[in-house]
C-alpha cells in the first residue's frame, strides 16, 4: 500500500486543528448572565431547548430567586429540572414556561440539571447575604426583608399530584407523537432499505429493479425522515451543540447530517468523488432516525415503570369525602352525632374544599380521605399502601384512634374528624419526601457525571481522528471508510446510558420503599444502608412498646415492664445471621436493660444512659471501630471497654434506631439514623431513614432495598461503560485488521437505540426485588460466625451518666463535631438530612459561656470564642461542625420554620 506524505500530513493537521478547536468551544470558561432584580426579588428567564440558555446564571447573594424555565421543547431529557444541592425537582411542562422560587440563598454554585442528568446548567450567587446591611444597601437599598420561600414548595401536596397528571399527559402527547413519526419514518424507510439488503445477497442485483436504486429516489423518500421524523432530534441536537451541552441528540443529528450531506452531494457532483467512494448512504440516514424515535418511543414507555410505586401513591388520594351535613353542633362542642349513620346524613364534597376539624362519614371499602381521628364507629382498616404492613388494624372511638388518608376501611363505617388536609397529610409528606430524596444525587453517580460532561467532545475527536485515519493511511476507498467510521463512532455512543444509569434505579428504589413503609430521604442514605455492620438501638419506644409502668407517677414515669415489640426479636435475629451485631442503649437499671436485652437477643447493652448521652455512646462505637486510641474530651477508658466488649466488624457503618425528637442527637451523630414512625410521625422527615409502622424488621427492609439497588446500580453502570468502551472502538474499526469488517451506521444505529432501554427495562427490575424477606444476604467477611441469641448480653454501665447535664451536652457536641469533620474508614457519611430537634432557645443571644442549640442537628453547642457561628436576619446562630452551618447557610428557613 502507498501513503501520499501530503495527504497524511494534511489529514493529521486539519485533526489537530479541529481537537483544539473542540476543546476551546466546549471547555472554555462560560460567562454567567446576571439577574435583574425588582422590588424585593431577583429573577432571569433560562430557555430551555436542547440545553440551558443562558448555561449559567449569576445572582446575589441574600435575596430571594425566581427563575423562569422556558421550555421550548418535548420529550423526557428535560421535562424535569433538578437542584441535587436543595433537594428540588420540578416537572417542566413542554413548550410552557414554569417559575421555579427559590429562597435567598448564600453565595455559592447550586448547579440544576435535568431530569435525566445529562442537560447541566449553573445557579451562581455571589456577595455578601442579605444579613450584611453595607452589601444590601449596594444591591437594593430601599428592599425589604423579604419571607422565606419554602424549597420544596413544587413537590408537596396537591402540586405534586398536579404535576404527576401533567406529566403523564404530556407522556401520552409523546408516545402519540412518536408512534406517529416511527411509522412514517419505517415507510419512507423500507422501500430504500429492502433493495440494499438484497444487493448484499448473491446475485441480489438481478432481483431488484434498477430504479429502485437511484440515488435521487432515495433523496425523495429519505429527506421527509431526515427533516421532518428527524425534527425532534435535529430541534435538540442543534441547539445543544450550540450551548456546549451536547448530548446523544447532538451525536445522531451530526452523525445523519455528515450521511445525507455525503449522499446527496453524490446525486449532484457524484464525478467528483473517487471511485468506489460513490456510493449514498441514504437508507443509513432513514434507518438511524427511524430506530433512534423508536428507542426513544420504548424508553418512553419503559421509563413510565421506574416511578409506578409513587405514582400509584398519588393516585390512591381520594376526590370526593361524604360531609356530615346534619345541623349539629358536634365539630364544635365534641358530642357525638347520633344520625351519621341515615343515608341522608352526608353529601358529597371535593377533597380540596375538606377544612381541619370537618366531620366526615367513611364506608367500608372506601379509603379515608384525609388524616383524622374517629368520632364514632369502629372500623377494620388496610394500612398496608402508607405502613407496608399487610396485616389490618382494628380501630375505634374508643381507643381515640387514628386515620390516615388514602387507607382503606375493609369492614365497618365511621365518622372521622378531619385533623391534617392538603399538603400536611401523611401521604403528602411521604410524596413530599420520595421527590425530595429523587432530586438528590447518590455518591456512587459522581464518577458517571464526569465521564457525561466530558463524553460527548471526547467522541467527536474520536469520530475526527478515526476519519483522519481512515483517509490516510485507509484502504481504498479511503473516503468511504473514513465517512462510514467516524459516522458509526458519533452514532454508536450513548451518553444517555451514564446519566440515566443511576437515577433510574434511584427513581424505582425510592418509590418500592415508599409502598413498603420504608422512606428513604436521600440517595446518598440509600446507597450507605448496604454497608450497615452495626445496629444501635434505643430501648423505649423502639425495641419496646414504650408503655408506661402502671405503678408509675407521672412525675417520674418507668418503664421496667414495658412489653417488647412484635417483630424485634425476628428483627435482631435476622441481623445476627447476616453478620451485623446488635447494640442497645437503655436508660434503666442495669438488670431491667440486660433483661430486655436478652429477650430479645441483643449482643451489648448499655444501661443509665442519660438522654443526652445517646450520641456520646454513638460516638465511642465510631471511634472502637476506627480503632482511634485517642480523641478529644474521650477517655481510653471508654473506648477500650466497647472496643473490648463489641469487638472492631471495623469498615462498616453504624446505624441508629430510634423512636424521634427525643433521639434526635444520636440519629443525628449515626452514619445512619433510622427514625421509627407511626404512621402519622412523618414530622421526622429530616431522619435518613423512616420506618412508618415503627416495626424494626423495617431495619431489614432498608438493607435489603439498599443491597437490591446497589446491585442494579452496578449492572447499569457495568453496561453503561461497557457498551460505551467495546462499541466505540468497534464503530472506529478496530476489528477491520482481523476481520475485514466494519460496522454498519446502520447497525451501530439499532445499538445506540436500544441501550438506553436496556437501562429503563433493568431498573424496572427493581419492582420485582423481595425487600421483606426475614434473612439479608450477608456481605461482611466474618459472617461465618453467627452470633447467638440465647446467651447473655455483654452489659456496660454508663460511667458518664453522673457527669452533669451540660458536661454531657458538651461531649456530644464534640463528638457530634470531630464527626462532621473527620471521615471514617466507611467513607464519607456526613449528614445530608440531620434530625429535627425542639427549638429551646435557638433564637435567643446567648452570652459567654452559656449554650445554645445547633438548629439543624439540636445539639447543645458551647457559646465562646470558638464557636462556629452564622448570622440571619440579624441573628447569630451556632453550630457544632462545619457541615451543620454550612446545610444552614443554603437554607435556613427550613431548619428554622421546624
Not at 39 to 49: E, F, L
Not at 579 to 599: F, K, N, P, W, Y
Not at 630 to 641: I, L, P
Amino acid at each position: 500500500m502507498e501513503f501520499n506524505i501530503f495527504l497524511i500530513a494534511a489529514a493529521l493537521v486539519i485533526a489537530a486543528a479541529l481537537t483544539w478547536l473542540i476543546l476551546k468551544f466546549f471547555f472554555a470558561p462560560q460567562q454567567g448572565e446576571q439577574g435583574t432584580l425588582e422590588g424585593n426579588r431577583q429573577s432571569a428567564v433560562i430557555i430551555v431547548r436542547g440545553g440551558y440558555s443562558p448555561a449559567v446564571v449569576t445572582m446575589r447573594a441574600g435575596v430571594p430567586i425566581t427563575l423562569t424555565f422556558d421550555r421550548r421543547e418535548t420529550g423526557e431529557c428535560t421535562s424535569h429540572v433538578v437542584f441535587s444541592d436543595l433537594g428540588l425537582d420540578v416537572m417542566l411542562p413542554g413548550n410552557d414556561i414554569t417559575d421555579v422560587n427559590l429562597p435567598a440563598l448564600p453565595a455559592g454554585e447550586y448547579p440544576f440539571a435535568c431530569g435525566m442528568n445529562m442537560v447541566h446548567g449553573m445557579l451562581r450567587v455571589t456577595g455578601e447575604s442579605h444579613t450584611d446591611t453595607a452589601a444590601t444597601s449596594a444591591v437594593a437599598p430601599s428592599l425589604p426583608a423579604a419571607a422565606p420561600t419554602p424549597i420544596a414548595s413544587n413537590a408537596i401536596g396537591t402540586n405534586a399530584l398536579d404535576a404527576e397528571r401533567r406529566e403523564s399527559e404530556e407522556r401520552r402527547k409523546e408516545i402519540r407523537q412518536l408512534t406517529k413519526l416511527v411509522a412514517i419514518g419505517t415507510v419512507l424507510t423500507l422501500p430504500v432499505f429492502v433493495p440494499m439488503m438484497i444487493m448484499l445477497a448473491p446475485n441480489g442485483h438481478m432481483l431488484v429493479p434498477e430504479w429502485l436504486m437511484n440515488p435521487w429516489l432515495q433523496a425523495i423518500l429519505i429527506t421527509p425522515v431526515m427533516f421532518y421524523c428527524g425534527a425532534p432530534i435535529h430541534r435538540v441536537g442543534w441547539p445543544a451543540l450550540i450551548h456546549r451541552a451536547p448530548d446523544m441528540n447532538s451525536l445522531v443529528t451530526l452523525g445523519t447530517t455528515a450521511a445525507y450531506a455525503y449522499s446527496l452531494a453524490l446525486c449532484v457532483i457524484s464525478s467528483l468523488f473517487p471511485a468506489g467512494s460513490r456510493e449514498p448512504y441514504f437508507e443509513s440516514v432513514g434507518v438511524v432516525i427511524t430506530l433512534v424515535l423508536l428507542g426513544r418511543l420504548l424508553e418512553t414507555k419503559a421509563r413510565e415503570g421506574t416511578g409506578k410505586a409513587v405514582q400509584a401513591l398519588i393516585k390512591l388520594r381520594p376526590r370526593i369525602a361524604h360531609a356530615f351535613t346534619t345541623d349539629s353542633t358536634a365539630a364544635t362542642t365534641g358530642t357525638i352525632p347520633q344520625d351519621w349513620r341515615e343515608a341522608t346524613a352526608a353529601h358529597d364534597v371535593d377533597i380540596d374544599s375538606v377544612k381541619a376539624g370537618d366531620l366526615l362519614i367513611v364506608h367500608a371499602g372506601e379509603r379515608v380521605p384525609v388524616d383524622g381521628e374517629i368520632v364514632d364507629g369502629t372500623a377494620t382498616v388496610d394500612e398496608s399502601m402508607i405502613t407496608g404492613e399487610s396485616q389490618p388494624v382494628e380501630k375505634s372511638s374508643a381507643q381515640d384512634a387514628v386515620l390516615t388518608g388514602a387507607t382503606v376501611l375493609l369492614t365497618g363505617d365511621v365518622l372521622m374528624r378531619a385533623t391534617q388536609v392538603g399538603g400536611e397529610t401523611v401521604l403528602a409528606q411521604i410524596i413530599a419526601m420520595v421527590s425530595r430524596a429523587q432530586a438528590t444525587k447518590a455518591p456512587v453517580q459522581k464518577l458517571a457525571d464526569k465521564i457525561a460532561r466530558i463524553f460527548v467532545p471526547a467522541v467527536m475527536i474520536i469520530a475526527v481522528w478515526t476519519f483522519a485515519i481512515w483517509f490516510a493511511f485507509g484502504p481504498e476507498p479511503k473516503l468511504a471508510h473514513a465517512l462510514v467510521t467516524a459516522v458509526s463512532v458519533v452514532i454508536i455512543a450513548c451518553p444517555c446510558a451514564l446519566g440515566l444509569a443511576t437515577p433510574l434505579s434511584m427513581t424505582a428504589a425510592m418509590g418500592l420503599g415508599a409502598t413498603n413503609g420504608v422512606l428513604v430521604t436521600s440517595a446518598k442514605a440509600l446507597e450507605q444502608a448496604h454497608d450497615i455492620r452495626t445496629v444501635v438501638f434505643d430501648k423505649t419506644g423502639t425495641i419496646t412498646r414504650g408503655i408506661v409502668d402502671t405503678t408509675a407517677v407521672d412525675s417520674s414515669p418507668s418503664y421496667e415492664h414495658d412489653p417488647v415489640k412484635e417483630g424485634s426479636r425476628e428483627a435482631v435475629a435476622a441481623l445476627h445471621a447476616a453478620g451485623i451485631r446488635t447494640v442497645m442503649l437503655s436508660g434503666d437499671r442495669a438488670e431491667v436493660a440486660e433483661r430486655i436485652a436478652h429477650e430479645v437477643g441483643i449482643d451489648t447493652v448499655i444501661a443509665q444512659v442519660k438522654p443526652d448521652g445517646k450520641a456520646y455512646w454513638i460516638r465511642q462505637l465510631q471511634i472502637a471501630r476506627d480503632q482511634a486510641h485517642h480523641s478529644e474530651g474521650e477517655s481510653d477508658t471508654a473506648v477500650s471497654s466497647v472496643s473490648s466488649r463489641i469487638g472492631d466488624v471495623s469498615d462498616g457503618l453504624i446505624a441508629m434506631v430510634g423512636d424521634g425528637i427525643n433521639d434526635a442527637p444520636a440519629l443525628a451523630q449515626a452514619d445512619l439514623g433510622i427514625a421509627i414512625g407511626t404512621g402519622t410521625d412523618v414530622a421526622m422527615q429530616s431522619a435518613d431513614v423512616t420506618l412508618m409502622n415503627g416495626d424494626l424488621r423495617g431495619v431489614l427492609k432498608t438493607i435489603n432495598l439498599s443491597k437490591a439497588t446497589m446491585r442494579n446500580i452496578r449492572e447499569n453502570l457495568a453496561w453503561a461503560f461497557g457498551y460505551n468502551i467495546i462499541g466505540i472502538p468497534i464503530a472506529a474499526g478496530v476489528l477491520y485488521p482481523l476481520t475485514g469488517w466494519l460496522l454498519s451506521p446502520m447497525i451501530a444505529g439499532l445499538a445506540m437505540a436500544l441501550s438506553s432501554v436496556c437501562l429503563v427495562l433493568n431498573a424496572n427490575r427493581l419492582h420485582g426485588a423481595k425487600i421483606s424477606e426475614t434473612v439479608v444476604n450477608a456481605t461482611s467477611t466474618n459472617t461465618d460466625t453467627a452470633i447467638s441469641t440465647t446467651r447473655a448480653p455483654h452489659v456496660i454501665i454508663d460511667e458518664h451518666s453522673t457527669m452533669t447535664h451540660s458536661g454531657a451536652a458538651q461531649s456530644a457536641d464534640a463528638a457530634c463535631a470531630t464527626h462532621h469533620t473527620s471521615g471514617t474508614t466507611a467513607g464519607n457519611t456526613t449528614k445530608e438530612h440531620p434530625m429535627d430537634m425542639h427549638h429551646m432557645h435557638m433564637n435567643a443571644a446567648p452570652a459567654e459561656g452559656e449554650t445554645a442549640t445547633d438548629p439543624v442537628c439540636g445539639m447543645t453547642v458551647a457559646v465562646n470564642a470558638d464557636a462556629i457561628t452564622r448570622e440571619y436576619e440579624g441573628k447569630t446562630y451556632y453550630f457544632c461542625g462545619e457541615h451543620c452551618a454550612n446545610n444552614f447557610a443554603k437554607a435556613p428557613q427550613i431548619f428554622l420554620e421546624k
